[in-house]
């Protein structure tokens, strides 16, 4: 059962102990199907900026100019060399207490299903499984012109987008989503599947702007499924309005605190 007073009132902000984190607690405790959608948020304090963050490259250039199917046609060593880099931050960067809680949740007849909008692999090497990545994975390529998908590909790539081994004509891209772009097919296909299993209980946005429509979508159907619709994240985004609850604070710090209680 949701804390009826909870759903009753306002949207509240949540920022410290209380009955507002038991209730959650208690939510959580009760689950036994969890949905969370994560952004770059989730991500920020394993090291790894979102766009809007403070970093010297993203002030340098604006990722949504970079990350496009025409500027990997105009300057693709100038993407390339970008996704490098973050691969790089990427591949030193560690899951944090955020990662970490939401692959302890599952188990014990509890399902946690995961989908991100991060590139990164943080939740996996957390020990999260299935993870949906509806914006494809930093550390896959597939080539611009055969379309072979080459798994794995870890850092250091050459600084220039490769040649594909097939066919020997087309540079590859990562395979990745870019802004224009549409989801792959295979992930909505996984993503459809989760609602198609009925009701939910608890779902938890972290971490995102919540900027794309599918996003809020998604968010809207976990409600409607049962779920009670909690959010994390310290500013308040195009969610905020219509969550059951929202949590302001650092995923890692919110997280951390939910699990079983023994957080300090
Ligand atoms: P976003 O929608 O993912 O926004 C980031 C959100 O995280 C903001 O709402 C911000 O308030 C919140 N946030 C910042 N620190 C947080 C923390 N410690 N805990 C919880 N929330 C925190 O938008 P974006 O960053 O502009 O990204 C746009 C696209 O690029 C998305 O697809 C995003 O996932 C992707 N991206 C991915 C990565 C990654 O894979 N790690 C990094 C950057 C961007
Ligand atoms: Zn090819």
């Not at 960067?93 to 509890?110: I, K, M, S, V």
């Not at 943080?122 to 550390?139: C, N, Q, T």
């Not at 097939?166 to 992930?187: M, N």
């Not at 971490?207 to 998604?218: H, K, L, N, P, S």
Request: net charge negative; proline share 6%.
């Amino acid at each position: 059962m949701l804390d009826v007073d909870l759903l009753a009132g306002p949207m509240r902000d949540m920022t410290g102990s209380g009955d507002e984190v038991e209730a959650a607690r208690s939510a959580l405790r009760d689950a036994r199907r969890v949905l969370v959608l994560t952004g770059a948020g989730v991500s920020a304090e394993s090291g790894i900026p979102t766009f809007r963050g403070e970093d010297g490259w993203w002030k340098r250039r604006d990722p949504m100019e970079l990350a496009t199917p025409e500027a990997f046609g105009r300057e693709p060593d100038e993407v390339w060399a970008w996704y490098d880099y973050r691969r790089r931050l990427i591949a030193d960067a560690e899951p944090n207490a955020a990662h970490r809680a939401l692959a302890g949740w599952a188990g014990d007849g509890r399902e946690v299903r995961i989908i991100t909008q991060n590139v990164d692999d943080l939740h996996e090497r957390a020990g999260s499984d299935d993870v949906i990545h509806i914006h494809g994975s930093i550390w896959r390529v597939r080539c611009t012109g055969c379309g072979a998908v080459y798994e794995d590909r870890r850092a250091p790539l050459p600084e220039l987008p490769p040649t594909c081994d097939r066919c020997g004509d087309h540079p590859v891209r990562p395979d990745v989503v870019w802004f224009g772009e549409s989801l792959p097919a295979a992930e909505l296909r996984r993503v459809q599947a989760v609602f198609d299993r009925g009701a939910i209980d608890l779902a938890l946005v972290i971490g995102t702007e919540a900027v794309f429509g599918y996003i809020r979508q998604w968010a809207e159907l976990a409600r409607r499924a049962g779920a009670m619709l909690v959010e994390v994240n310290p500013s308040r985004t195009g969610l905020s309005g219509i969550v059951d609850l929202r949590m302001a604070g650092k995923a890692g710090e919110v997280l951390g605190g939910l699990g079983d209680g023994d957080a300090p």
